[in-house]
């Protein structure tokens, strides 16, 4: 497996773990029965726990495009240093977003963010 391909599935990875703290955070805040229905009447998540709901939902926006951007580097044989450098800065950017934005700090979640958005941008520029 190409280093590309590993870093992606640690951010499949991460983005499971995201999941799991949002559905904690969930059942901690409107309780198991409530998360077990149809949600039809929950009431909207605050705090940590809507937080962490934002958090994964900014993740799952973005990590399709990480997808397919590693996913057509492989097939056209277009993985490099760049490539592999995008990878990372895509995956420690979305660790540091998720962590941040957990912690409730704007400005700086919006830094690593956009590291992580750089990376997918020089891995797109490998394949154009």
Same mark, same amino acid.
């Given at each position: ?8 599935? #640690?951010? +499949?990875?991460?983005?499971? %773990?995201?999941?799991? *703290? ?7 805040? +409107?309780? %198991?029965? =409530?998360?077990?229905? !149809?949600?039809?009447? +929950? ?5 940590? @726990?809507?937080?962490?709901?934002? =958090?994964?939902?900014?993740? $799952?926006? !973005? $990590? ?7 996913? *057509? @580097?492989?097939? @056209?044989?277009?993985? !490099? ?16 977003? #998720? ?7 704007? #400005?700086?979640?919006?830094? @690593? #963010?956009?590291?992580? %958005? %750089? ?10």
């Amino acid at each position: 497996m190409t280093p590309d391909l590993t870093i992606l599935i #640690w951010a +499949v990875a991460l983005t499971f %773990v995201e999941v799991l *703290v949002a559905a904690l955070g969930a059942q901690l805040q +409107v309780g %198991v029965g =409530a998360l077990a229905g !149809n949600r039809e009447e +929950v009431p909207p998540l605050t705090g940590f @726990a809507g937080r962490a709901q934002r =958090a994964h939902r900014n993740m $799952l926006e !973005n $990590l399709p495009l990480f997808i397919a951007l590693v996913l *057509v @580097a492989q097939v @056209a044989g277009r993985t !490099n240093a760049m490539t592999l450098l995008g990878a990372q800065l895509f995956f420690w950017g979305r660790l540091a977003h #998720w962590l941040i934005y957990l912690a409730g700090i704007p #400005w700086l979640r919006t830094l @690593a #963010w956009l590291i992580s %958005v %750089v990376g997918m941008i020089l891995i797109f520029r490998e394949l154009i």
